[in-house]
């Protein structure tokens, strides 16, 4: 089943947003789950990482490290994603999966959502 992301908008600079991502057909809870994003004509990036069950080990990329937090509800098979601090080069379609899944060529993409950061 696809993930479904949303949470997106337009944010003006400094602003704060956060994403939801639903998702299943496999056991969340065991999942390592991240969050990617991508702008067009460039390859989806890694945002941020969370590791499986208590979600207590997390890496972040070094664009959004101290500004964005993930975090996971298992009983919901949900993962979030806080933004904060939001820069104009924050824009980007943002998309959970579980990075065993990609790495596996495994992975069903979903819409994503699009977030905006403009003033």
């Known amino acids: 089943v696809h993930p479904v992301e949303s949470g997106g908008g337009l944010v003006q600079p400094g602003g704060s947003l956060r994403l939801s991502c639903v998702a299943s057909?496999?056991?969340?809870?065991?999942?390592?789950m991240s969050w990617y994003r991508q702008t067009p004509g460039k390859e989806r990036e890694l945002v941020a990482t969370i590791s499986s069950e208590s979600g207590i080990i997390t890496d972040y990329a070094d664009s959004v490290n101290g500004r964005f937090t993930i975090s996971r509800d298992n009983g919901k098979n949900t993962v979030y994603l806080q933004m904060n601090s939001l820069k104009p080069e924050d824009t980007a379609v943002y998309y959970c999966n579980a990075p065993r899944l990609v790495r596996g060529n495994l992975a069903l993409w979903g819409q994503g959502t699009l977030v905006t950061v403009s003033s």
């Open positions: 057909g496999f056991p969340f809870s065991s999942y390592f």
